[in-house]
């Protein structure tokens, strides 16, 4: 499976996401990372993955902090990626995928899409990731713990389906993950990933393999 990476902005470097998929590529699993995605998608480009995974927030790069989704500029716009999912493709949206601000109009299309958006984390801290909803995106993985940046987010799509919460002394309980179905294409949320060593976790890489399978549409 060809498989779409978008990363790189100012806080969360491409070469993290880079590395801590490489133990997960084989033959049947294959990633293409792509960062500067205002200047190198199109749309044509995109139908040729079944899957696209975004690590990144809305900036063009880790140098140049400007909004990735410029209204006539971006070849690739959000309710371009709400279409691809609409007719089957599969979006997985890890860590920074997850950093769009409800009070920013720039992020507003983004977070209608991708079903939440950002309020703030804590510093880095031990967090455990408990998994509450079997799920094939949850099958296999047992509960664990990291330490990482531990996202509070704010859901607001009406048919995510949570499948593990995150819990931390300084930030208590949140969302650390959830599945949709939109039209004929799935969506999963997860929000560890700022550190290597998070997504090197044994069970943390078993679920991510199973929520790239399940958006796919493998199981």
Request: proline content about 4%.
């Given at each position: 499976?060809?498989?779409?990476?978008l990363?790189?902005?100012y806080?969360?470097?491409?070469?993290?996401?880079?590395?801590?998929?490489?133990?997960?590529?084989?033959?049947?699993?294959?990633?293409?990372?792509?960062?500067?995605?205002?200047d190198?998608?199109?749309?044509?480009?995109?139908?040729?993955?079944?899957?696209?995974?975004?690590?990144?927030?809305?900036e063009?790069?880790?140098?140049n902090?400007?909004?990735?989704?410029?209204?006539?500029?971006?070849?690739?716009?959000?309710?371009?990626?709400?279409?691809?999912?609409?007719?089957?493709?599969?979006?997985?949206?890890?860590?920074?995928?997850?950093?769009?601000f409800?009070?920013?109009?720039?992020?507003?299309?983004?977070?209608?899409f991708?079903?939440?958006?950002?309020?703030?984390?804590?510093?880095?801290?031990?967090?455990?990731?408990?998994?509450?909803?079997?799920?094939?995106?949850?099958?296999?993985?047992?509960?664990?713990?990291?330490?990482?940046?531990?996202?509070?987010?704010?859901?607001?799509?009406?048919?995510?389906?949570?499948?593990?919460?995150?819990?931390?002394a300084?930030?208590?309980?949140?969302?650390?993950?959830?599945?949709?179905?939109?039209?004929?294409?799935?969506?999963?949320?997860?929000?560890?990933?700022?550190?290597l060593?998070?997504?090197?976790?044994?069970?943390?890489?078993?679920?991510?393999?199973?929520?790239?399978?399940?958006?796919?549409?493998?199981?």
């Amino acid at each position: 499976m060809k498989v779409l990476v978008l990363c790189d902005d100012y806080w969360h470097p491409g070469e993290v996401v880079q590395l801590g998929l490489a133990p997960l590529e084989s033959s049947n699993l294959q990633f293409e990372f792509v960062k500067c995605c205002k200047d190198i998608l199109t749309v044509e480009k995109i139908r040729n993955y079944p899957l696209i995974i975004n690590c990144k927030m809305n900036e063009i790069t880790s140098a140049n902090n400007h909004p990735w989704f410029d209204e006539g500029v971006t070849e690739v716009a959000v309710s371009d990626f709400c279409d691809y999912v609409e007719n089957g493709g599969g979006f997985l949206s890890l860590h920074a995928g997850n950093a769009y601000f409800n009070d920013k109009a720039e992020d507003a299309a983004y977070v209608n899409f991708v079903g939440n958006y950002f309020i703030q984390h804590p510093p880095r801290c031990d967090m455990e990731v408990r998994i509450t909803a079997q799920h094939p995106v949850t099958q296999g993985v047992g509960n664990f713990t990291l330490r990482d940046e531990h996202y509070e987010i704010a859901v607001v799509a009406d048919n995510a389906q949570t499948i593990c919460t995150t819990h931390s002394a300084t930030g208590g309980d949140q969302i650390g993950g959830y599945v949709r179905e939109i039209g004929k294409g799935r969506m999963c949320v997860l929000t560890p990933g700022h550190i290597l060593d998070v997504w090197h976790n044994p069970e943390y890489q078993k679920m991510l393999i199973n929520a790239m399978r399940w958006c796919a549409g493998e199981s």
